[in-house]
Nanobody, 122 residues
Framework: VQLVETGGGLAQTGDSLRLSCTAS????????MGWFRQAPGKEREFVGT???????TYADSVKGRFTISRDNAKETMYLQMDDLKPEDTAVYFC?????????????????WGQGTQVTISS
């Protein structure tokens, strides 16, 4: 499977950005998807997930500001980021479960994209 993230860039505090992740190489609709991020000098941090049937989970740090969605017809997952803060500055990674209709939360074992940089200025 190949994951490609797009939509990163530079924004200001309070702005919005939308990241996209396109997955190819297998039936998109059957797999859980998610987002992680890694800020400079910090460990990778869970952002949220969306299951194959559309259920979502979010980290407390982004709950109420970020929204994950998916368009199975376009084989694309989205991360809508609103009310951005400087602490949201990070490389954002798209991830996807290795198993169809899976239940794993061992995210390090999922497939990972290369990441896209998001920088928020104050």
């Amino acid at each position: 499977v190949q994951l490609v993230e797009t939509g990163g860039g530079l924004a200001q505090t309070g702005d919005s950005l939308r990241l996209s992740c396109t997955a190819s190489g297998r039936p998109f609709s059957a797999y859980n998807m998610g987002w992680f991020r890694q800020a400079p000098g910090k460990e990778r941090e869970f952002v949220g997930t969306i299951s194959w049937d559309g259920s979502t989970t979010y980290a407390d740090s982004v709950k109420g500001r970020f929204t994950i969605s998916r368009d199975n017809a376009k084989e694309t997952m989205y991360l809508q980021m609103d009310d951005l803060k400087p602490e949201d500055t990070a490389v954002y990674f798209c991830i996807t479960d290795r198993s169809k209709y899976g239940y794993s939360t061992v995210y390090i074992a999922w497939h990972w994209g290369q990441g896209t940089q998001v920088t928020i200025s104050s």
